[in-house]
């Protein structure tokens, strides 16, 4: 995997397809990645490309539905939850998130 190395659109890529292929065989619900954001974000924007293959859903913390979203994220956007837990906030850790996917998959498989 050291040709992905520098390139973590592609790894984020490679990743989720791995994951996917062997979360769909055995009939398990994906992994739901939650990007919560706002308008205008630079960092969320970035986030948004490299993360691409992965999100799910997205959360405009600044819709009135949102508020308690945006009082507790207001300051610390783009912030990041995997299947409903905190996983990282401010810049994409590609690492981290291959790290807990890899959790999910083990758990899946049983070990």
Not at 54 to 69: F, G, H
Not at 75 to 102: A, T, Y
Request: charged residues 25%; proline residues 5%; hydrophobic residues 40%.
């Amino acid at each position: 995997m050291l040709w992905f190395q520098g390139n973590s659109t592609q790894l984020a890529k490679y990743s989720f397809r791995l994951l996917l292929r062997n979360l769909s065989a055995s009939k398990t619900a994906l992994p739901v990645l939650t990007l919560f954001t706002k308008d205008p974000c630079p960092l969320c924007d970035e986030a948004k490309e490299v993360l691409e293959p992965y999100k799910n859903r997205e959360v405009d913390i600044t819709l009135p539905e949102n508020s308690a979203w945006y009082e507790r994220y207001k300051f610390d956007i783009p912030v990041f939850h995997l299947n409903g837990q905190f996983l990282m906030m401010h810049r994409v850790n590609i690492s981290k998130l291959e790290k807990q996917l890899q959790k999910l998959e083990q758990q899946v498989g049983g070990g």
